[in-house]
């Protein structure tokens, strides 16, 4: 499956930005979804996950209550909604695919989000 993030930018902190991840190549519906960010020097880190079906979703402590995951597997594409964002959001966000419990294995190129204090 192939995956094309977009949505990045810059913002004031404070502000909202929405992520649109786009599956191409493969049956959507099947795969968990995630958003992971890094900040260059840094590790990758994961921000957000949705399962297939899209009934549930977990997230990293930091941005519990800002940070929305969401999927709409009719058009293959899968949000994050971020708001009340701060400096520390500021990354390279990415999107992955992972078939059942198979660790992540799809990964988008990534879109990079900037945030002003």
């Known amino acids: 499956v192939q995956l094309q993030a977009s949505g990045g930018g810059l913002v004031q902190a404070g502000g909202s930005l929405r992520l649109s991840c786009a599956a191409s190549g493969g049956t959507f519906s099947n795969y968990r979804m995630g958003w992971f960010r890094r900040v260059p020097g840094n590790e990758r880190e994961f921000v957000a996950g949705?399962?297939?079906?899209?009934?549930?979703?977990y997230y990293e402590d930091s941005v519990k209550g800002r940070f929305t995951i969401s999927r709409d597997n009719a058009a293959n594409t899968m949000y994050l909604q971020m708001n009340s964002l701060k400096p520390d959001d500021t990354a390279v966000y990415y999107c992955?695919?992972?078939?059942?419990?198979?660790?992540?294995?799809?990964w988008g190129q990534g879109t990079l989000v900037t945030v002003s204090s």
């Open positions: 992955a695919a992972g078939y059942g419990s198979v660790p992540y294995e799809y």
């Open positions: 949705i399962s297939s079906n899209g009934v549930t979703s």
